[in-house]
Nanobody, 124 residues
Framework: QVQLVESGGGLVQPGGSLRLSCAAS????????IGWFRQAPGKEREGLAC????????YYLDSVKGRFTISRDNAKNTVYLQMNSLNAEDTAVYYC?????????????????WGQGTQVTVSS
């Protein structure tokens, strides 16, 4: 059974950092691209970044470029999202998802098998 489980969210002060994890099971992570998305209350889900099976990283949202870093450790079946210099606009539920066709842009419809999400709240 394919599963993705996010963890690492929480409450952080503005300017702080968090590292999110996406633990994969039920399939061989080596062969798949994984994307990170987020959804704030009342807003659409937006694509942040994706890492291919060959470890090529693509960042889709200008506001996270230079602040967020996506990486993967296939030996641990885990993909990470390091988030630095967080601000209130980063408050959202963060999701990881497996790419249907590799890293296929920021459209959530191009990704299947989603995790349940982890809440990130940036507040003083």
């Amino acid at each position: 059974q394919v599963q993705l489980v996010e963890s690492g969210g929480g409450l952080v002060q503005p300017g702080g950092s968090l590292r999110l994890s996406c633990a994969a099971s039920g399939f061989t992570l080596d062969y798949y691209a994984i994307g990170w998305f987020r959804q704030a209350p009342g807003k659409e889900r937006e694509g942040l970044a994706c890492i291919s099976n060959s470890r090529t990283s693509t960042y889709y949202l200008d506001s996270v470029k230079g602040r967020f870093t996506i990486s993967r450790d296939n030996a641990k079946n885990t993909v990470y999202l390091q988030m630095n210099s967080l601000n209130a606009e980063d408050t959202a539920v963060y999701y990881c998802a497996r790419g249907l066709y590799g890293c296929s842009g920021r459209n959530p419809n191009n990704y299947g098998y989603w995790g349940q999400g982890t809440q990130v709240t940036v507040s003083s």
